[in-house]
């Protein structure tokens, strides 16, 4: 366990009583209310929260593609509107839209975008590090094949590819692996996890969140443009830990046990917190002459937390600092 100095020095990202409000025909929209929270340099944290609950507003004022309404965001203390040259030079942000040039190869996309932003000082080493991307995230045969020809899990790679390639130390990852194959999963998960142990500071919104469990220490979690949650990874786990009774069932839930139930398809989960309750959710499907399939007892995990959290249960870890710890 690293404990974080809570010294601006070290922040990467810090978003401080962020609001935004759209007006429309219909009135005004409260996008994000008072958003604060802190991300450490070297962090990888997650941003969790169900369509509509401001993510992606919250990156796009990052990004500054849109203006906050009040508040203020600084990466690495450099403010996105005040000081916004210096603030872009630190980001590097792969969007959820599939984004691309169709008049240009892979290649000549990459060197485009590290031209963008003054990467060209050192052609050796920037063409070196662009070798690097290709060859890391697959695209090392689609080099000179033209973007417009490639497949859509492709064009997603050009994306993080362009996202890297002026070698920003704070990368933002917005739903990246949103429609893509199992090999990208893996591909840019195995990449990005070692940019992040060689000192970049990785932001991550997904709805997967098995890869956000395994992959991010710290997360927030915003409901309605407002925080709810924010802690380590374990930590929110923990405090929420609770016994997962998890089967397959292809007859009807009895009525008695689908308040408690989470169903998807066949694939029945209850939450129990001991052995008797266990035992009596069982009796109760025996009784029913329901005949459940690899039954398996198991802890929560971060899907069962995010739900109850969503559900209204009281939000986990707000009253204290936000670069406290990282797991």
């Known amino acids: 366990m690293h404990v974080f100095n809570p010294g601006a020095a070290n922040l990467a990202v810090s978003f401080r009583g962020v609001s935004k409000r759209y007006s429309s025909a219909r009135g005004s929209v409260q996008a994000l ?11 990888f944290f997650g941003l969790l929260g ?11 004022i990052l990004a500054g593609l849109s203006r906050a309404s009040a508040g ?6 450099h403010d996105v509107v ?13 969007p959820q839209e599939l984004v691309f040039d169709p008049f240009f190869t892979v290649r000549e996309t990459l060197q485009i975008q590290s031209g963008y932003f003054g990467a060209r000082a050192d052609p050796r080493a920037n063409d070196a590090w662009i070798d690097e991307l290709l060859e890391n995230l697959g695209l090392a045969d689609k080099a000179d094949a033209n973007t417009r020809q490639l497949s859509g899990g492709m064009k997603r790679r050009v994306l993080v590819a362009q996202a890297l390639v002026h070698r920003p130390p704070v990368i933002v990852l917005d739903e990246p692996t949103a429609g ?83 169903v998807t398809g066949r694939i029945v989960q209850i939450k129990t917190r001991n052995a008797a309750e266990v035992e009596s959710v069982l009796a109760t499907l025996r009784a029913a002459g329901c005949q459940p399939e690899d039954l398996e007892i198991g802890r929560a995990d971060l899907e069962d937390v995010f739900l109850e959290i969503m559900h209204g249960v009281p939000a986990h870890g707000l009253s204290q600092s936000p670069m406290q710890v990282s797991a």
């Not at 209310?33 to 962090?43: H, L, N, Q, T």
């Not at 949650?229 to 929420?240: E, F, H, I, V, W």
């Open 33 to 43: 209310d008072d958003v604060s929270f802190d991300i450490a340099a070297g962090e």
């Open 50 to 60: 169900p369509n509509g609950a401001g993510k992606t507003t919250l990156i796009s």
């Open 72 to 77: 203020q965001v600084l990466v690495h203390g």
């Open 82 to 94: 005040a000081d916004y040259a210096a603030a872009r030079r630190s980001l590097g942000i792969v």
């Open 180 to 262: 893509v194959d199992v090999e990208l999963r893996q591909t840019l998960w195995q990449f990005i996890a070692r940019l992040n142990k060689e000192g970049h500071t990785v932001l991550l919104t997904t709805h997967y969140l098995e890869e956000a469990e395994a992959l991010c220490g710290r997360l927030a979690m915003l409901k309605q443009g407002r925080v709810v949650a924010l802690d380590r990874t374990s930590a929110l786990l923990a405090g929420r830990a609770s016994t997962m009774l998890r089967f397959k069932l292809d007859t009807p839930l009895p009525l008695t046990l689908q308040a408690n139930a989470r």
